[in-house]
Structure formats: C-alpha cells, structure tokens
C-alpha cells in the first residue's frame, strides 16, 4: 500500500502535464502564421535636417520653422523589423497662412536600381488657430518596405515663416 501512495502524487502531476500539452496543442494548425503588431514612430521636429545649408530656418527642437523663404528638410526612417506596411502618416504642425503650407512625405527608395517611390503625403491646408493642427492619410502606395532592399525617408516641406513643423508619426504594421 505504501508504494501505490509515494506514486500517486508523481502519477497525478504526470497526468496533469500530459493534459496541458494536449489542451495546448488542440488549438494550434501545425502552419506557422505571421505575426502582426501595429506600431508607430515618432520624429520630432529636431530630427530633421535642412537638404542644403543656404536655407534660413530656426530649429529650436520641439518646433522647426523659417526665418524667412522657404525649405526642404529630411530624415531617414528605420524601422525595427525587416519587414513593414505602412499604415498611416500623421503631421503635427501650424499653419496661419492660407497661402502657406507644410508638407511631410515618405519616400522608399531602392539604391541598386536607383529606384524612389512615393509612398504617401500630407499637407497643411490653410490657415487654423489650432497649435498643433493635425492632419494625417492613410493613403498609401505601395505600403510595404523590405529592409533589406529599402532605405526609407521622410521629406518635409514648409512653405513661409507663417507655418512650423512639430513632427511627423508614421505608423506601421510588423509582417512576418
């Protein structure tokens, strides 16, 4: 009697175990599916810099904007996964000029073939009293970057010393 009752706990916990895989395994196809996991990054207005050294603008970190004329800034994009979709650009800005605008596109670029396509852009449309004034698109194509074979970056626009940039979010969706 004694034998039978130092294995019955060992037998109890065995059982246990066996019925936990086959709980866990029941709900599993045997087929690896992808994995998708929405994300987003933030590039703040101090990140981005000027495409030629003739322009005249003020960056003060949180907020980017002409003195006087206007200019092209960019930023290179890197992402944390081979590979991407893009989901949604969102520009946060101020404009107080219905003449001026500011303007954030993204740009994948494929350096072997000297390739560059728009993915998507988004402007400012006139004047508001909204600080920061928020516009975004999630119209995008093509929507997929491969790290591998992609560089990506980001290329704003502003048009006059009435309008500041704040940042630019881009979000995106792992695959794979």
């Known amino acids: 009697m004694s034998v039978r009752r130092a294995w019955a ?7 246990v175990l066996l019925s936990g895989m086959l709980v866990g395994s029941a709900g ?4 690896a599916q992808p994995r998708l996991t929405v994300s987003s990054i933030m ?19 949180v907020a980017l904007s002409m003195i006087s004329g206007d200019g092209y800034f ?17 520009l946060y800005a101020y404009d107080n000029d219905a003449g001026q605008v500011v303007s954030a596109a993204l740009y994948r ?22 600080a920061p004034t928020v516009v ?17 970056y980001l290329w704003v626009y502003l048009s006059g010393p ?13 695959v794979g």
């Open 9 to 15: 706990p060992v037998l109890l916990v065995v059982l």
């Open 28 to 31: 599993e196809s045997g087929a």
């Open 43 to 61: 590039i703040p207005a101090a990140a981005f810099v000027p495409t030629r050294n003739t322009f005249d603008y003020q960056n003060l970190g």
């Open 74 to 90: 960019t930023f290179p994009v890197s992402f944390p996964a081979a590979v991407v979709d893009i989901r949604r650009i969102t």
């Open 109 to 130: 670029d494929y350096p072997p073939g000297a390739e560059v396509a728009l993915l998507g852009s988004v402007s400012t449309s006139g004047a508001s009293t909204a």
């Open 136 to 152: 975004a698109t999630t119209a995008i194509s093509p929507r997929r970057i491969s790290t591998a074979a992609h560089g990506a």
């Open 162 to 174: 009435a309008v500041t940039l704040y940042g630019v979010k881009v979000a995106y969706e792992i």
